[in-house]
């Protein structure tokens, strides 16, 4: 399994071999897991061994997981102290959606693809379609504080976007700014009084309402009175959208990504050809209007200036 969802337990299996290929126990196997972020949430932990060079190692996702890529790392230890690594790795998206992929597309045997480049292919496709079916906006000016009407006077730094609710655009199933430096789904840039442009730094306080607060790149100094301007860049979630059928759009978007695959093969053998089957050949195309028929269904149509 390749996919993952928020609170299930991963469970990875190792089987160390030496130059002849005989199982054997080395003197340690240990196991290192980093998240989408990079930061390491396991570090060389050791593995359990059930049978003679099979190891395995279980880790309980978090019931707030980011999504996105993990990298797994074993690292075994012989008792001459020669060591191996063995690299790999797995996604947490909000659904798995390998088999329905494998039942639209045709391609139920794992032998035409593993789960493992299609959750690659899969989690690719998600990413891209976030940004097709939330709304665009950028070089926007933010409205003034919600509570107090106040803006940008030097010590005011809480603002509002014109617009929201603002969408999780990277798909790591949070809503940041600055907080998590991976993961922004909206990011600012200001004028100082020369007409410089500078780096700032924005925090959300409620994604639903677009509450934000807005300071200098230090995440501290607010931006000063004097500026010569603030814009904001930052997705919203349209009234029209479905989750289901968001996901479906994924779906036929990696059914396109995985029928370019196919049919980009250039050589086949005689036993690939029989007389009497009649041969069919596979449009990517189809997939491809498949998805925006599907993604039409959860967004309006983008207006002027978004």
Same mark, same amino acid.
């Given at each position: 399994?390749?996919?993952?969802?928020?609170?299930?337990?991963?469970?990875?299996?190792?089987?160390?071999?030496?130059?002849?290929?005989?199982?054997?126990?080395?003197?340690?196997?240990?196991?290192?897991?980093?998240?989408?972020? /990079? &930061?390491?949430?396991?570090n060389?932990? +050791?593995?359990? !061994? #059930?049978? @003679?060079?099979?190891?395995?190692?279980? $880790?309980?996702?978090?019931?707030?997981?980011?999504?996105?890529?993990?990298?797994?790392?074993?690292?075994?230890?012989?008792?001459?102290?020669?060591?191996?690594?063995?690299?790999?790795?797995?996604?947490?998206?909000?659904w798995?959606?390998?088999?329905?992929?494998?039942?639209?597309?045709?391609?139920k045997?794992?032998?035409?693809?593993?789960?493992?480049?299609?959750?690659?292919?899969?989690?690719?496709?998600?990413?891209?379609?976030?940004?097709?079916?939330?709304?665009?906006?950028?070089?926007?000016?933010?409205?003034?504080?919600?509570?107090?009407?106040?803006y940008?006077?030097?010590?005011?730094?809480?603002?509002?976007?014109?617009?929201?609710?603002?969408?999780?655009?990277?798909?790591? /199933? &949070?809503?940041?700014?600055?907080?998590? +430096?991976?993961? !922004? #789904?909206? @990011?600012?840039k200001?004028?100082?009084? $020369?007409?410089?442009?500078?780096?700032?730094?924005?925090?959300?306080?409620?994604?639903?309402?677009?509450e934000?607060h807005i300071?200098q790149?230090?995440?501290?100094?607010?931006?000063?009175?004097?500026?010569?301007g603030?814009y904001?860049?930052?997705?919203?979630?349209?009234?029209?959208?479905?989750n289901?059928?968001?996901?479906?759009?994924?779906?036929?978007?990696?059914?396109?990504?995985?029928?370019?695959?196919?049919?980009?093969?250039?050589?086949i053998?005689l036993?690939?050809?029989q007389?009497?089957n009649?041969?069919?050949?596979?449009?990517?195309?189809?997939?491809?209007?498949?998805?925006?028929?599907?993604?039409?269904?959860?967004?309006?149509?983008p207006?002027?200036?978004?």
């Amino acid at each position: 399994m390749a996919i993952f969802e928020q609170g299930e337990t991963y469970v990875h299996r190792a089987s160390i071999r030496d130059r002849t290929g005989t199982l054997v126990n080395p003197s340690s196997a240990s196991f290192k897991l980093i998240d989408p972020c /990079g &930061y390491t949430l396991v570090n060389y932990q +050791s593995m359990t !061994s #059930d049978a @003679t060079g099979q190891y395995y190692y279980n $880790y309980t996702l978090s019931s707030t997981a980011t999504f996105g890529r993990y990298i797994t790392q074993v690292k075994a230890i012989t008792s001459g102290g020669n060591i191996a690594h063995q690299k790999g790795e797995f996604f947490v998206m909000p659904w798995d959606g390998i088999p329905e992929v494998r039942r639209t597309m045709g391609c139920k045997d794992a032998k035409t693809i593993e789960d493992d480049d299609l959750a690659s292919i899969l989690w690719s496709s998600y990413k891209y379609a976030l940004k097709d079916v939330y709304i665009h906006h950028y070089d926007e000016s933010p409205n003034a504080n919600v509570e107090t009407g106040a803006y940008f006077d030097g010590t005011n730094s809480t603002f509002q976007t014109q617009y929201y609710p603002i969408a999780d655009v990277n798909g790591d /199933g &949070y809503v940041y700014g600055n907080e998590i +430096s991976c993961a !922004s #789904d909206i @990011t600012v840039k200001w004028r100082n009084s $020369y007409g410089h442009m500078q780096d700032g730094y924005v925090s959300v306080t409620r994604a639903d309402n677009g509450e934000i607060h807005i300071f200098q790149s230090d995440g501290i100094t607010p931006i000063p009175s004097t500026n010569k301007g603030v814009y904001l860049e930052y997705w919203i979630k349209d009234k029209r959208y479905d989750n289901y059928l968001f996901q479906q759009a994924v779906v036929r978007l990696a059914c396109y990504e995985l029928s370019k695959r196919f049919t980009s093969l250039t050589e086949i053998t005689l036993a690939d050809i029989q007389n009497n089957n009649p041969l069919i050949t596979i449009d990517p195309q189809m997939w491809m209007h498949e998805y925006h028929r599907y993604l039409d269904k959860c967004r309006s149509l983008p207006m002027g200036g978004l």
